[in-house]
């Protein structure tokens, strides 16, 4: 039997200073906890943005797996396609 599909819903990216205060509780950057402990709370998947500008790290996405699995087992991370696929000037024709 096929599984039902799964509909998740969480955000681009994590790391935006403006939602201090918003999103992120006041001060959690002098609490040293990672934006993605406290995503992964309240959502089940986040888009990596930084995936558009260059190769994500393998260390750096470790990291990310590590904080956001802490909290939510079933998280899951999707990447943005690297800007040569949609802003390449051999793309557009």
């Given at each position: 039997?096929?599984?039902?599909?799964?509909?998740?819903?969480?955000?681009?990216?994590?790391?935006?200073?403006?939602?201090?205060?918003?999103?992120?509780?006041?001060?959690?950057?002098?609490?040293?906890?990672?934006?993605?402990?406290?995503?992964?709370?309240?959502?089940?998947?986040v888009?990596i943005?930084?995936?558009?500008?260059?190769h994500?790290?393998?260390?750096?996405?470790?990291?990310?797996?590590?904080?956001?699995?802490?909290?939510?087992?079933?998280?899951?991370?999707?990447?943005?396609?690297?800007?040569?696929?949609?802003h390449?000037?051999?793309?557009?024709?």
């Amino acid at each position: 039997m096929a599984a039902s599909p799964q509909i998740r819903i969480g955000t681009a990216g994590w790391s935006y200073k403006d939602w201090e205060g918003i999103f992120y509780p006041p001060g959690m950057q002098h609490k040293r906890q990672h934006p993605l402990e406290y995503l992964a709370r309240c959502f089940d998947m986040v888009e990596i943005n930084t995936s558009f500008y260059g190769h994500i790290q393998p260390h750096l996405a470790k990291l990310w797996i590590r904080k956001a699995a802490a909290v939510n087992p079933k998280f899951v991370f999707t990447a943005k396609l690297h800007r040569s696929f949609t802003h390449s000037p051999l793309a557009v024709m």
